[in-house]
C-alpha cells in the first residue's frame, strides 16, 4: 500500500482532517493537500517520542503554529491548538502526524493508531 493511499484512507474515514507522512529525518513521504510541516518541527516532533521534557515545557510547532503537548502514551503522541490537534505515531521508517477538528479527537487517535498498528505489522 501506498504512502498516500494510506492518506486517502485516514481522511476518507472523516476521522481525520489532513494527514501527513514524513521520514525521521523530516523528508515528505506523502501528505495532504495544504499539510507543510517543516524539517525542524519533525524533528522535534521525533526526538519528542524519547524525551518529551522539551515538548511538555514548550510545547510543539506544527505548520508554524504552536500547540500544546498533552499526552505521549502508548505510542501515540497527542498536541492540541484549542478545537484542533493531531495525534502522531512513530513507525520504524515514519512519523504518521493525523489532524483533528473539534471533537473528533478520540476518533482521529483511533485512526491514527490503527494505521501505526498496520504499518508496524507490515515490518515499517
Known amino acids: 500500500m501506498s504512502w498516500e493511499s ?3 484512507e485516514l481522511t476518507g474515514t472523516g476521522k481525520v482532517t489532513a494527514a501527513a507522512f514524513y521520514g525521521h529525518d523530516g523528508a515528505i513521504l506523502a ?10 518541527e519533525i524533528k522535534k516532533l521525533v526526538a519528542a517520542f524519547d524525551n518529551d521534557s522539551e515538548a511538555t515545557s514548550n ?5 508554524q503554529t504552536k500547540f500544546l503537548y498533552v ?10 491548538d484549542g478545537t484542533s490537534g493531531a495525534v502522531c505515531v512513530l513507525t520504524k521508517k515514519s512519523l504518521l502526524i493525523g489532524f483533528y477538528q473539534n471533537d473528533e479527537v478520540d ?18
Request: proline share 4%.
Open 107 to 124: 476518533n482521529c487517535i483511533e485512526a491514527v493508531k490503527k494505521t501505526g498498528e498496520s504499518l508496524r505489522a507490515l515490518g515499517n
Open 31 to 40: 501528505t495532504s493537500p495544504g499539510v507543510s510541516v517543516g524539517i525542524p
Open 6 to 8: 494510506q492518506i486517502d
Open 59 to 63: 510545547g510543539l510547532f506544527l505548520e
Open 71 to 80: 499526552s505521549n502514551k502508548d505510542g501515540l503522541l497527542h498536541v492540541r
